[in-house]
Structures are given as structure tokens and as C-alpha cells.
């Protein structure tokens, strides 16, 4: 699809997790309103998911990098600042997920999550807002949450855990950072057409009973008020809006996109 708005021209975005699902759907229309967008993912699918936007005719760059380390952050950022230009916004979107009963979650799952959705969140707005100041334009930090940053579901406390830490944190740097003109928001998103789904599916079906694959999907979209699975672009419309001029007095807010499954 192509959009008449170019609302980002001359503008340098930022997607983490940007090879697939939510995140490449984010940079894809990103770079359809005109921004120069850099993709990022800790595997090699990411320089398929930049190819595919510049076969497009868009200017868009990959980096294959680890969001937990600080060193692979800060050189992710100092990467697009000399290729693309400094960062105007940055979707801290990359995330994890795994699901088991509580005797078996093991530590090491509990930290990889909360390493990846929570840490490396915090992060990479450290380092895009470092730079952002000093630019002294202002700019856009847009966080990704769940809806299980709204309520803990079975069999992921360490996942709810970390998306609820996605939620401070998008307050607390809110605050902060409102008098620079930095705005920082969250969004969460509901039941997405994504492979992370389909693993979500067969997990959770397991574990809630007998169900086959793609029965528990069905059963909890026909609880959604609007009767359907989101889709990348129900999100990406939403993130560019909270990326634009018009959402210039919106900060520190976490708004859902799940079709009405949440309603707060």
C-alpha cells in the first residue's frame, strides 16, 4: 500500500525486532512516509527484511545485534548516525517469549526475557535519548508492551513481568524527558497474525487442554469484541501516529490495539 502522507521525509527510524511480524511492519511503513529506517534483530533474517525494503526503493539499513548488551546498543546508534543521520525516532520493539507451567519455568528463561523485553527497552531508549539531547530537536521513543501489560496471563509471569516493567519505564522517561520535547509512549498490542502467535498457540494449547493447532487462536478471537486477529498494520498505523507531529502533547501514555480486548 502506498501513502500519500510523508510525515517522516528526512527523518532517521529506528525499529528493534524489525526482521519480522510487528516490527518489520513498523519500518515498512515508516519507510512509506518517507523515513530512512534502520532495522535491527539478533538474527541474520534481518538483512533479508532491509533487502526487501530497498528493492522497494527505500533507504533502509540492517543491523544484526543483541539489544542486552550495551556495547551492541551503543554501536547500533553510532552506526545509524553515520550512515542514515541521528535517530529521530526509536520503536523499542524487540521480545521474547516462553511458556510453562510454574515447577518447570526455569531461571535462565526468566532472565532472558526480562533481559530482552525489559532491559533492552531501557536500553536503547538510554542511548537514543542520549543522543537525541544532544541533537537538541526533540524526538520520538515509542515502546513496545502486550496486552499482558495490562494482565498477567497463565503460564508467563516472567513475560508479564517484563512488559509490565515496559509500562514504568515508559513513565518514568516520560517525565523526565518531557521538557526536551521527547515524547515517550508505549503501545500493547492484543492477538497479532505473527510466528510468535503461532508458537503462543501450540504452547498454550498444551498446556489449557486438548486443543488442536489453531482451535485456541479461534476460541480467543471470537472473545475479541471486533471478532478478528489484529494484523501489522493495525499496528504500525498507530505507532507512526504516536511518531508524528500530531501526537506532539501525547507522553507517557500506553494505549491498546487489540481490537477492544482491553478496555483501560
Known amino acids: ?23 518489520l511492519a513498523i519500518a515498512e511503513r515508516f519507510a512509506q512516509e518517507g523515513a530512512k529506517v534502520c532495522v535491527t534483530a539478533n538474527e541474520k533474517s534481518v538483512h533479508d527484511a532491509a533487502s526487501r525494503l530497498r528493492d522497494a526503493g527505500f533507504d533502509a539499513l540492517a543491523v544484526e545485534m543483541d539489544v542486552t548488551d550495551k556495547s ?22 524487540a ?31 538510554q542511548e537514543a535519548a542520549t543522543r537525541m539531547l544532544r541533537a537538541g530537536k526533540g524526538g520520538r521513543l515509542i515502546n513496545t508492551a502486550s ?17 509490565f516493567g515496559v509500562l514504568g519505564i515508559t513513565q518514568s522517561l516520560a ?15 492484543g492477538i497479532i497474525t505473527t510466528d510468535m502467535w503461532s508458537y503462543n498457540d501450540e504452547a498454550w494449547g498444551k498446556l489449557l487442554g486438548d486443543y488442536k493447532p489453531g482451535e485456541l487462536m479461534a476460541e480467543w478471537v471470537a ?11 493495525d499496528v504500525a498505523g498507530l505507532v507512526t501516529f504516536l511518531a508524528s507531529d500530531d501526537a506532539a502533547y501525547i507522553t507517557g501514555q500506553t494505549v491498546n490495539v487489540d481490537g477492544g480486548m482491553f478496555m483501560s
Open 72 to 93: 551492541q546498543v551503543v554501536a547500533l546508534y553510532e552506526e545509524v548516525a553515520a550512515k542514515l543521520g541521528e535517530v529521530d525516532v526509536s520503536v523499542q520493539n
Open 147 to 163: 496486552g499482558q501489560a495490562r494482565q498477567g496471563f497463565v503460564y508467563t509471569p516472567h513475560y508479564a513481568a517484563s512488559k
Open 175 to 189: 517525565k523526565e524527558l518531557a521538557p526536551t520535547g521527547i515524547t515517550v509512549n508505549a503501545f500493547c498490542p
Open 1 to 23: 500500500m502506498a501513502y500519500e502522507a510523508k510525515r517522516f521525509e528526512n527523518k532517521v527510524a529506528v525499529v528493534t525486532g524489525g526482521s519480522r511480524g510487528i516490527g
Open 223 to 233: 472473545n475479541i469484541p471486533m471478532k478478528r486477529a489484529g494484523n501489522g498494520g
Open 95 to 125: 521480545g521474547v517469549i516462553t511458556i510453562a507451567k510454574l515447577p518447570d519455568l526455569t531461571e535462565s528463561e526468566w532472565d532472558k526475557v526480562m533481559a530482552v523485553n525489559t532491559k533492552g527497552v531501557f536500553l536503547c531508549c
